[in-house]
Each structure stands twice: as C-alpha cells, then as structure tokens.
C-alpha cells in the first residue's frame, strides 16, 4: 500500500486547509484510514480516524473544528481543518491500518 498525502501549507490562524491522501496498492479486509500529526519535540499523535463504514473519531482537541472524511471509489481520504490555531502546526501524515504510512506534508498556522 503507498500512501500519498497533499495539501499542506501555511495558513493564518482562524483559516482552513483540506488535506488529502490517495492510496494505491492492494487493501486488507480491516479498512481505517486517518491522520496523525507531530509538533516539533512531540510525539506523534492521532488526529482522525474512519472506517469503510465512514464512523470516525477525533482527538478531542480537533472536535468541531476539523472533520474527516473519504471517498471509496477514488481510495482517497480527507481531513477538513476549519479554525485552525497555532497549536495545529505539525507535520501530518495519513495512515492506513494496520502500519502503512504516507510522507508527511507540512501544516503551518501562524498567529
């Protein structure tokens, strides 16, 4: 499975962003795609996450301000960022179950 993650950029606080990543490759029958993300000196954190089934769960500091969503026909995955503080700045990487990762794309809010 290859992950491709596009979308990042350098936003001003309060805007949004809508990242994207497409997979190609051959799928398992566990299907959950998401978004994890890491600020410089943090660890690695999950952001969002969704099943085939489209049930998705957030980290609570991103609840009501980011959603997650994906497109079945294309195997693409997106994650909608509305509101975005300062404290979003990471570097965000799409994952697919059970260990399969994207390149990192940059996420920069200033404030």
């Known amino acids: 499975v290859q992950l491709q993650a596009s979308g990042g950029g350098l936003v001003q606080a309060g805007g949004s962003l809508r990242l994207s990543c497409a997979a190609s490759?051959?799928?398992?029958?566990?299907?959950?795609v998401g978004w994890y993300r890491q600020a410089p000196g943090k660890q690695r954190e999950l952001v969002a996450r969704?099943?085939?089934?489209?049930?998705?769960s957030y980290t609570e500091a991103v609840k009501g301000r980011f959603t997650i969503s994906r497109d079945n026909a294309k195997n693409t995955v997106y994650l909608q960022m509305n509101s975005l503080k300062a404290e979003d700045t990471a570097v965000y990487y799409c994952?697919?179950?059970?260990?399969?990762w994207g390149l990192g794309t940059q996420v920069t809010v200033s404030s």
């Open positions: 969704i099943t085939s089934g489209s049930g998705a």
């Open positions: 994952w697919r179950y059970p260990a399969y």
């Open positions: 490759g051959s799928t398992n029958s566990i299907d959950i």
